[in-house]
C-alpha cells in the first residue's frame, strides 16, 4: 500500500531454482520496496531498480529477472505500469474485449535503459490478470503450448463475471488439463479488479489550464498534464 490510496501491484519471475534464486529474489523485492515508497511513477521505481542491478559487480549473476509493476488508483481506476520483459499481461474490459499489456523495455540488470511506463483506466469490473510463463508456456504430451491466445479466449469467455477468483480457478483449471495434470513449470496468478460502487460520487474532470508566460522571463520547458491528484506526484518526480 501506497500513500495517497495508491496500491502498488507486482509479478515477476527469476530463472533458475535453488538457493542463488532465492537470493537473487529477495534482493530485488527489497529493493523495488525501498523505490516504491519513495517514487509514485512506476518507471522512475525500475529505472533506479535497473540501475542498481546494472551497475552492481555481480549484476544478477547467472539469473535474469523479468518484472511487471504497476501502481494502482482504486478512486480513479488510473493503472500506471513498467514491464521488464515480462510475459504479455492482460485487460480484460467487463464490456468485452481485451487489451494486451506488452513489455516496456527488457529484462531487468543487462544494461541501463530509460524504462517508459504506460497507463490504462480500469472501468467499473474491468480486470488486469497478471501471471507468469508457467501459465502460457504450460504444455501437452504433443510439446504445444497452451500461449497467450488461448489465455485471452478464456478470459473474455468470462467477461460478464470477472471476480478474481473465478478467474483464478478457471486459468489454473484449464493450464492443468492442457498439462494433462503434469504442469512442467511454477505458476504465479494475480487478478486486480475495479470495484463497483453505486454510491461513489463521479470522478473529477480533467481539466487542462492555460497560463501567458510571455512576459515572466525565459521559457524552459513546457508541457500539459491532467489537473488530477494522481498526477501530481509524477509531475514533480
Do not use: C
Not at 492482460?90 to 474485449?97: E, N, T, Y
Not at 497452451?146 to 483449471?173: G, K, W, Y
Not at 495434470?181 to 511454477?186: A, H, R, T, Y
Amino acid at each position: 500500500v501506497l500513500p495517497d490510496g495508491l496500491s502498488a501491484v507486482l509479478v515477476a519471475d527469476v530463472s533458475g531454482k535453488g538457493l542463488s534464486a532465492a537470493v537473487q529474489t529477495a534482493s530485488v523485492k527489497y529493493s523495488l520496496r525501498a523505490f516504491a515508497a519513495e517514487a509514485a511513477a512506476p518507471a522512475l521505481v525500475i529505472r533506479r531498480l535497473n540501475l542498481i542491478l546494472s551497475r552492481e559487480s555481480s549484476g544478477l549473476g547467472e539469473h535474469f529477472v523479468t518484472l511487471f509493476y504497476a501502481v494502482y488508483d482504486p478512486a480513479t481506476g488510473r493503472f500506471a505500469y513498467v514491464s521488464a520483459g515480462h510475459e504479455t499481461q492482460v485487460l480484460v474490459r467487463a464490456s468485452g474485449g481485451v487489451v494486451e499489456l506488452k513489455a516496456t523495455g527488457p529484462i531487468l540488470g543487462i544494461t541501463e535503459f530509460d524504462y517508459e511506463q504506460s497507463v490504462e483506466y480500469l472501468e467499473p469490473e474491468d480486470a488486469v490478470v497478471l501471471f507468469t510463463d508457467g501459465l502460457t508456456e504450460a504444455r501437452n504430451s504433443r510439446q504445444e503450448l497452451f500461449e497467450l491466445e488461448r489465455v485471452q479466449a478464456l478470459l473474455e469467455s468470462l467477461a460478464d463475471d470477472l471476480d478474481p477468483v473465478i478467474v483464478v480457478s478457471h486459468l489454473v483449471t484449464a493450464a492443468i488439463t492442457w498439462a494433462e495434470g503434469k504442469p512442467q513449470d511454477d505458476l504465479a496468478l494475480m487478478v486486480v479488479q475495479r470495484e463497483l460502487r453505486r454510491d461513489a460520487p463521479p470522478p473529477p474532470r480533467a481539466e487542462v489550464v492555460q497560463a501567458d508566460i510571455s512576459e515572466l522571463g525565459e521559457l524552459l520547458f513546457d508541457f500539459t498534464f491532467q489537473s488530477m491528484p494522481d498526477y501530481a506526484a509524477e509531475v514533480r518526480q
